[in-house]
């Protein structure tokens, strides 16, 4: 299936958030220097200068080509002030030009509260909604969230649609005032459990949004863990911190005794699928359902790239790091699954056995071209492990730092 997105998007005016973040920059070079957008307002903190030298360090031989499109327009903001801290004349200007919004900054810390987590999280997207629908000519209002959204649910199937848990409004309102969603626990017979409070406040924003603002031209796209990208910008690309799957190889790689992974009953084998996919073939789904008009919720999942089983990435860990290197070899249990503690429900997941649908997303795995979702050429076998040694080349480098 052959597609042409420059026809769609040199007609559009973009307004992207989170643009300094390892997707977020990806949405960016692609709008710039692929599908040929229109204009992209991309707001960023602190200042212009501080944006750059971000993208510069994520992306340093693509930054000048895509500052020569003079398509982006950096505005200074904070989604966490009123307004996002912009200009009145900048938010007029927005308003009658914008036709698609793309939301992708978020605070991914698994140490904020649920107050902060909301603050960051929830009420700025509201509050892009609700002046979202007031512009003139908006087409789509795309929201990233995450498929752990729906980490509370037990093992088996996960489907692209809402899982009701409760009155939201009086979730939000809970932890507005008492800094806890008591109603939650409240409501349910057994109080769902999170991967974390990140993930929380996303199925919060995403149950808000739909409820209140019913006539949005609403996207949701929620991916798994983001791994590196294929090729675009270039391959490997990856803003530090970004690639769940990577900061897991360092953790064990500076700490082995760190390889006993809690999993469910049924596999104790690590058979379980660790679901991950390259930012880039995200940034192109996120980018090819908003030129088709998508909406609802859509999964970014490994059925659109290639679903690993946790025994696989571990062994491909053990294969590919320096002999020399400490280790210990993995262990699968299935005593305390689930357990306390932020990172600990964090790395659970990996021990989960949750199938995300991509039911949204089929049709368009034969689409080639700019935003292709082919994965000709590409071994994922040799691309996990060049990422191995990669981390591991990383580790091994700053500990001999350390030591000097």
């Known amino acids: 299936m052959q597609t042409d997105p420059s026809s769609f998007f040199r007609r559009q005016t973009i307004f992207l958030t989170g643009g300094t973040g390892g997707l977020g920059g990806c949405l960016l070079f692609k709008l710039a220097l692929k599908v040929d957008a ?136 809970d932890i507005l005032t008492t800094g806890y969603p008591e109603s939650l626990s409240q409501a349910q017979p057994t109080p769902p459990l999170f991967p974390s409070r990140y993930s929380f406040s996303k199925n919060l924003t995403e149950r808000l949004l739909i409820s209140r603002n ?24 990856s803003r530090p911190g970004s690639c769940p799957m990577s900061t897991y190889i360092r953790q064990y790689l500076m700490a082995p005794d760190s390889g006993v992974i809690q999993v469910s009953p049924k596999h104790q084998s690590g058979s379980n699928i660790v679901d991950e996919i390259p930012v880039d073939l995200v940034a192109n789904l996120i980018l090819l359902h908003t030129m088709r008009g998508r909406i609802g919720i859509v999964h970014a999942c490994s059925k659109s790239y290639v679903p690993r089983s946790l025994s696989q ?58 935003l292709s979702m082919g994965l000709e050429g590409h071994d994922a076998a040799e691309f996990m492990a060049t990422r191995a040694r990669l981390v591991a080349k990383d580790v091994e480098a700053r500990s001999i730092k350390n030591k000097l």
Not at 74 to 95: H, N, Y
Not at 146 to 162: H, K, M, Q, S, Y
Not at 215 to 230: D, G
């Open 38 to 173: 229109h204009k992209v307002y991309v707001l960023v903190r602190g200042s212009v200068q501080r944006a750059q030298a971000q993208l510069e360090a994520m992306m340093p031989d693509e930054i000048a080509a895509i500052r020569a499109t003079g398509k982006i327009q950096f505005i200074v903001g904070d989604v966490t002030k009123p307004e996002f801290g912009l200009d009145r004349v900048v938010l007029s200007e927005m308003a009658e030009n914008v036709t698609v919004i793309i939301h992708s900054a978020a605070n991914i810390s698994l140490k904020a509260s649920y107050r902060r987590a909301v603050d960051n999280n929830c009420l700025p997207t509201l509050w892009l909604a609700q002046f979202g629908s007031t512009f003139k000519n908006l087409t789509s209002f795309v929201y990233i969230s995450t498929a752990f959204v729906n980490g509370f649910l037990p093992d088996g199937p996960v489907e692209e649609r809402i899982y009701e848990l409760g009155d939201a409004e009086q979730q939000l309102s």
């Open 313 to 370: 990435l571990h062994g491909t860990i053990l294969a590919h790091i320096s002999p020399h290197m400490p280790r210990d070899e993995f262990e699968y249990t299935s005593d305390c699954f689930m357990v306390e503690g932020d990172y600990a429900r964090f790395w659970g997941i990996m021990g989960r056995d949750l199938h995300f649908s991509n039911g949204a997303s089929k049709e368009l795995a034969n689409v080639r071209g700019a």
């Open 214 to 237: 019913p006539n949005l031209p609403l996207l949701i796209v929620r991916p798994t863990c983001i791994a590196p990208a294929i090729s675009q910008p270039h391959p490997y690309y």
